[in-house]
């Protein structure tokens, strides 16, 4: 079989055809073979939750409308979105926490981690209510650290301490009378988990509510207690200047491509990789080259300046380079396929971590008290097999793009200070304000077989930069818009329209860029959209308004991971119109899509989902939210 016009990234084509001569089958190519796909699943209502099932509802209303135990579409669709959601939480939480561990055991000197940034490590401490006079920045971190295990050990009445100390008071309150308050992140996937089981909650409403809550869940438990922890060891992004797609890799060099989500071994692969680069000139090589792909790349991107190499939907055809000397994964949107595809070239595919095992990898334990050992260990594996390439089966694409990233809300902060030091918000709410920012839209989320890879993100955003709405992107979505050269001041000039354009130059000069500001400020991985409501919160604060009143949106055009269905929940709940630009599996119950899309959402939280699935009409209804968010501010 022969897939085409699956992609707009130019590197794909090439290496897709090498993959179908060297008789490799891609993501694309099961997508092709899994057509057509279930009715019943797309829309959201069969229901494998007990063993008497699996049961579906027939859409049509001819066939059964009940499930053996008598669920209607309604329960059904509304308990499969629980259940991602709980999916999604549970694996941002699971990250977020082994983070705080890190922190706590570099912090009592078990795990060989400096921590880089006091000043963060002061304002999270701050921020929490515990005191930061005359400790040193081990005790605080340890402080820190125990303030995060305590919100996994409450037992109380009390709400997350992570989510009360970052969260904007306004929707603390709002979430509070709408009984949503989550308290401890663990018990609450426990509670989802139970609540979705079979005989236990039937109430569609309900269901719906506790959905917002593991929103919730998410975004302070997992996405903030991520972002903070990662910055205070590991430092908070700068900006920062490198190259996104596959031409980052080199033939003349071992190459090493780090791959998941999780920084805490991919931070030392780094540095190891830069202090054994003798032992590769020795191997024959002319140094060690690294690239990353997916949030693990995204992160060591922000703060160490690593090349993109490409994101979700490529990673089969980075390894298909013959380039690729190991390809180290931790966790989150690995593809098992990885394995077939390392097993055709020299390229070693190593996992690290116990809940991520691939076979046919060789597996190479991440143990944080020798993540030094572990992380030479993996750099002299790759030197090894560098060894062994053919360099007959390489062929590394030419594209490559500049990428300007590291805009972390100090980073944005920091800049706008030189335009005015004791008000840095001051410009930019007067250019939303005057009108010459229309607004602001995060572009976030993932690639998905089922929209051609990267085309709805930059569609979308090229129409909303000419429409002069800034826009900010996360994840794989960086990477896209990265890849098609929309992280560089050169896209202010050619896309942004003519009010932000000159509004980017001006902050540019100011800041000692020389350049404008790129019109797509690169936020960081998807944990990092914790950024984005960070920004929000200072921008609604500095106008004395709630973040839901902001002419601001969302967007996550290419979505596919649970993680994003979780991440979008929090989003609505944070009162943001969070557009979808592939359908999520709802479409079975017009009591869960109203609810989600319609005046429920938004009378109770201020934000909604807008599903559509065309860029450029996505991007009209975008800006028309924006336009009607302004017209109520007066402005
Ligand atoms: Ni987000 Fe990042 Fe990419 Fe999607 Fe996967 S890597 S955590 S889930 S596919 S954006
Ligand atoms: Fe069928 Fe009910 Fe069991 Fe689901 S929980 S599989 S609807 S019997």
Redesign the pocket.
Known sequence: MSVKDVSIDPAVPGLLEKAENDGLETVWHRFASQQPQCGFGLLGICCRNCVQGPCRIDPFGEGPQKGICGANADLMVARNLLRSATGGAAAHIDHAYEAVEALYQAAVGKAPYEIKDEAKLKAVAGKLGISVDGKDKNTLAREVAEAAFADFANHGAAPMKWLTATAPAERVETWGKLGLLPKNPDREIRTAMHQTSMGVDSDPVNLILATVKMGLVDGYGGLHLATDIQDILFGTPSPVVSDANLGVLDADYVNIIIHG?VPLLSEKVVEWARKLENEAIAAGARGIKLAGI??TGNEVLMRQGVPLAT??LAQELAVTTGAVDAMVVDV??IMPSLADITACYHTKLITTMPIAKVPGAEHVPFDIEKVDETARQIVRIAIEAFKNRDPEKVRIPGHRSKVVAGFSVEAVVGALAKLNADNPLKPLVDNIANGNILGACGVV???NAKVVQDSFHVALVKELLKNNVLVVAT??AAHALGKAGFLTPEATLQYAGDSLKAVLTAVGEAAGLKAPLPPVLHMG??VDNSRIGDLLKALAAYLNVAVKDLPVAASAPE???E??IAIGTWAVALGVFTHLGVVPPVLGSQVVAGALTGETAENLLGGKFYVETDPIAAAQGIIAHIKDKRAKLGI
């Open positions: 989500h997916c949030c994101n979700f989150q949107c989320g993932c690639n994840g794989c991985s998807c979505y596919q991971h993680k994003a």
